[in-house]
Structure formats: C-alpha cells, structure tokens
C-alpha cells in the first residue's frame, strides 16, 4: 500500500522497512514508535540464556530467527547448540513447546503469558538486543509532503497517547483497552501491561535517532541479509509535530 501511494502511513518492523526501502528509493521513516522487542524466548530448561540447547520454534513471518541469534551471541552461546524449527503460527510455536516438540519458543504476548500460566520460563530478548528501531513509521516521500499537515497532526496525536500509557494512573483503562481490542482476559492484559510497558518500555515518547539506535538495528538485520541507512530517515516530521505541542 505505501509503495503504491494507497496509503499514507504505515506500522511496520524494522525488517519489513528495510525490505521496502531496497526497491522503493521514495520509502521514508518518520518516527520510531517501538524501541524495545516485545518477544520472549519461552524455554523448560532455565532462565539462563547461555543454557539454551535443543530445537527452538520460531513464527516464520516474524524476526524471531535474527533476535534469537542476536541475543546468543551476546551470552557467547554457540549457534551450533540450537537448531531453528519454522512454524505457520503462534499457536503451533506454543504447542510444539508444550508438547515437548521443541525445547523453546520466540513468543510475543499474549502466547507468552499462556505459557507462563503452564510452568514454562520467560527470558524477554530484550534485555539482550537493547534499544534500536524496532517498529517504525514509514511513508512515501512524495505523498508525505503533499499531506505534511496532516502527518504532523497524526504524529502528534500519537506522541500524546504514548505518553499517556505511561502515566500510572491510566493503567486500568489502559488494560481494559487491551482486553477489549485483543479479546483477552483481564489477566493477559495486566501480564502485557507489566512487562511490556511498565517495565521494558518498548514504546517511544522520543524517537531516538541516534548513531547506537542504527547500529543495533543493523546487528539483527544482519541475520537477514538487509540493513536500514541514514537516507532512509526523515525525522522532520516528527520534530515539527513535537514543536507545535
């Protein structure tokens, strides 16, 4: 949609970003809107990373691959101690763990609170992979200046909700937000509450563009055979948005 002009603004990962970017030149990034992997690597054995052996399930449509490759080689854990099994899906990811299939999982919530609730350990890959732009904003160049004003106004608006969501006192509404748009149990959403916005603080109020945040991002594209450029940002927007606040 966004290389074809249909649509305006799009939420994609990093990866999906770069992929765009190598055969549209007009791609731009406009904001970082997560800074911090939401995923978890689920395991039976332990809670040590640098323990991991045995075959490990990763969701073929998302970067689990990279992150996890990523974050053993910051433990020193060797690739040769794990083995990646592709799925169609969350769930097989989850049932291949519970059946004992596989000896872990990349799991994003709410899969990973489901296996938290069956005994299975939760190692959050971000404490390994750090800060970097993780899910971005991206347009189209051309389409984004025809329509400056009303980025900057949609950029805005979501600069104020961010900050919103972390403001202890909106927690509940915030969950009962969670609840009713992800169809989950109100416990679920407390779990992705705490781990993802309260404690990790995955989303971005500043959209950090900075040389380390590159650097980072490119680590776990490497896995991939793609990588983000300066060329392809264009902060611009955001920062008018941040100024007429």
Known sequence: SIGEG???I???????????ASVNKETRIIGILQTKTSSF???HASTDLRLLQGPV????TAMGASYLM???SEVGLN??????TYTSSPREQLDSLVSGRVAAAVLEP???FEARQRGIHLIPLSDYLGSGAETVLIGRRDRLAEQADGVIRLLRALDKAISWMYEPENRRELTNLITSEYNVQQETADFVYESLIWQAHVYSVASPYEPHVLDRTNGWLAKTGT???NEHFDLSYMKQARSRQ
């Open 79 to 84: 690739e040769k101690n794990y083995t990646i």
């Open 110 to 112: 709410p899969f990973a």
């Open 10 to 20: 799009a939420v994609v990962s990093a990866f999906e970003a770069a992929q765009l």
């Open 57 to 60: 399930a990763i969701d073929r």
């Open 70 to 72: 990523y974050a053993a």
């Open 6 to 8: 249909r649509a305006l």
């Open 227 to 229: 990588s983000l450029k």
């Open 41 to 43: 690597l689920a395991t």
